[in-house]
T-cell receptor, first 115, second 115 residues
């Protein structure tokens, strides 16, 4: 069972565009929603995160929008740059049935920003 | 070093051999995760350690996979009788505590190739 669904699988935008990546979750026990950025050959690195009591969080050019009732959240990248080209993963963290605070990931979105 | 360290960075092994992958978490981090990342896939949860509590092994795909964490620090993931489908990047992450809003820091991963 995939608990976090992410779309699209890949995305190509021109420099300056605003790519939007969407995620949906099922487990209402999730209460922390981070986004990770991964460059080839590197491990994922935390980009920005949100808690469900907040509907929007902005850090620099990155914004998370969160809709608790719909169990959906999205990442917007303002004024995208070629250096933003990477794979982006949404994730959700919360108490799992197995007794641990699991961090569950979406399948990732490969973003390419064309100069 | 200050980050999560994984070794080896690359491992090529013959089908049927056993392999050990090592993770050195950030000093003082009590939570440690192992994930598997296959080509084009997201991060698949394998196992989670939190302090001295029993590990959450719910993500291990078969009994050929096992992991231990000695002294609450270094962790070793062992794959016995490796199969070609075990080829993937194995990522380790650590976080300060188990609280849901604490950041998980990833290592650069071990790329395992089974030939």
């Amino acid at each position: 069972q995939q608990q976090v669904k992410q779309s699209p699988q890949s995305l190509i935008v021109q420099k300056g565009g605003i790519p939007i990546i969407n995620c949906a979750y099922e487990n209402t026990a999730f209460d922390y929603f981070p986004w990770y950025q991964q460059f080839p050959g590197k491990g994922p690195a935390l980009l920005i995160a949100i808690r469900p009591d907040v509907s929007e969080k902005k850090e620099g050019r990155f914004t998370i929008s969160f809709n608790k009732s719909a169990k959906q959240f999205s990442l917007h990248i303002m004024d995208s740059q070629p250096g933003d080209s990477a794979t982006y993963f949404c994730a959700a963290k919360g108490f799992s049935g197995a007794g641990s605070y699991q961090l569950t990931f979406g399948k990732g979105t490969k973003l390419s920003v064309i100069p | 070093g200050a980050g999560v360290s994984q070794s080896p960075s690359n491992k090529v092994t013959e089908k049927g051999k056993d392999v050990e992958l090592r993770c050195d978490p950030i000093s003082g981090h009590t939570a440690l995760y192992w994930y598997r990342q296959s080509l084009g896939q997201g991060l698949e949860f394998l196992i989670y350690f939190q302090g001295n509590s029993a590990p959450d092994k719910s993500g291990l795909p078969s009994d050929r996979f096992s992991a231990e964490r000695t002294g609450g620090s270094v962790s070793t993931l062992t794959i016995q009788r490796t199969q070609q489908e075990d080829s993937a990047v194995y990522l380790c992450a650590s976080s300060l505590v188990a609280r849901t809003n604490t950041e998980a820091f990833f290592g650069q991963g071990t790329r395992l190739t089974v030939v």
